[in-house]
Nanobody
Framework: QVQLVESGGGLVQPGGSLRLSCAAS????????MGWYRQVPGKQRELVAQ???????NYSDSVKGRFTISRDSAKNTVYLQMNSLNSEDTAVYYC???????????????WGQGTQVTVSL
């Protein structure tokens, strides 16, 4: 069984920074794309940033130039460095990973438990 464990959320003032981490743990798997989504109450979950196993990166327009996604493939971990945070970044952030079972060769999406990011004075 594979799990995604997130860390790094919290309360930060406008203009501040936070770094989120998400590690995939388990056995008999490989990780394809990894990414971060966010959701606020009453709205759909939206993509924030994604990085493929080959290093291709995609950002939502709202975070370009402020957020940076990276991964350590050896540790099956993805990071999200968030700078110049503002109130509109307040949300629950979810880690996502496409994970393949090495025996069945079937891939599916996994989600982390979510971590709250609150940007406020």
């Amino acid at each position: 069984q594979v799990q995604l464990v997130e860390s790094g959320g919290g309360l930060v003032q406008p203009g501040g920074s936070l770094r989120l981490s998400c590690a995939a743990s388990g056995t008999s798997f490989t990780v394809n794309a990894m990414g971060w989504y966010r959701q606020v109450p009453g709205k759909q979950r939206e993509l924030v940033a994604q990085i493929t196993s080959g290093g291709n990166i995609n950002y939502s327009d709202s975070v370009k130039g402020r957020f940076t996604i990276s991964r350590d493939s050896a540790k099956n971990t993805v990071y999200l460095q968030m700078n110049s945070l503002n109130s509109e970044d307040t949300a629950v952030y979810y880690c996502n990973a496409e994970i393949k079972n090495i025996w069945t060769r079937l891939a599916r999406d996994y989600w982390g438990q979510g971590t709250q990011v609150t940007v406020s004075l």
